[in-house]
């Protein structure tokens, strides 16, 4: 009894801990908190940045978060990384918490992922109908983070 209150009351703090004072943003309908960075940095060094926010690159795994994010990423000349990559299996996109993004999911853009030229890392792209693509780990785009809350 005393874990089950104990798991009620770090659930219902979520929202607290959403780091406001850093810029994120929390949307209670998802549970999720986040942050867009106008920054341009590459994938590796965006995702060092998120961690320093104990968080990580953003995980946009259905049509639902894809939507509600770009809808708050009104710019529509960036494109904004996510934490997908396939850098340790080719063809097997991956987000930070081990997890598959399917290479059937709804998020991906048209002909997406092609690793042109060689593709490993993933970003939300206006110009491919806001949609999810593979681009190269090295450019430098504005990245979104989201906050992890550790239970
Ligand atoms: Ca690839
Ligand atoms: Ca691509």
Request: proline share 2%.
């Amino acid at each position: 009894m005393q874990r089950f209150v104990a798991r009620i009351e770090i659930l219902c703090n979520a929202e607290k801990r959403c780091p406001k004072s850093l810029g994120y943003t929390y949307e209670k309908s998802m549970d999720f908190c986040y942050l867009v960075h106008g920054q341009w940095l590459n994938w590796f060094t965006a995702q060092g940045v998120c961690a320093g926010e104990r968080g990580q690159l953003v995980k946009v795994d259905t049509m639902e978060k894809l939507i509600y994010l770009n809808s708050s990423v009104t710019d529509n000349t960036k494109n904004y990384w996510t934490g997908a990559n396939d850098q340790v299996i080719e063809g097997t996109f991956e987000w930070r918490d081990g997890t598959v993004l399917a290479n059937d999911n709804e998020v991906w853009g048209l002909n997406q992922p092609d690793d042109w030229g060689g593709e490993d890392c993933c970003e939300i792209k206006p110009a491919l109908g806001w949609k999810i693509q593979d681009d190269n780990c090295g450019s430098t785009l504005w990245f979104i983070c989201e906050y992890v809350v550790l239970y």
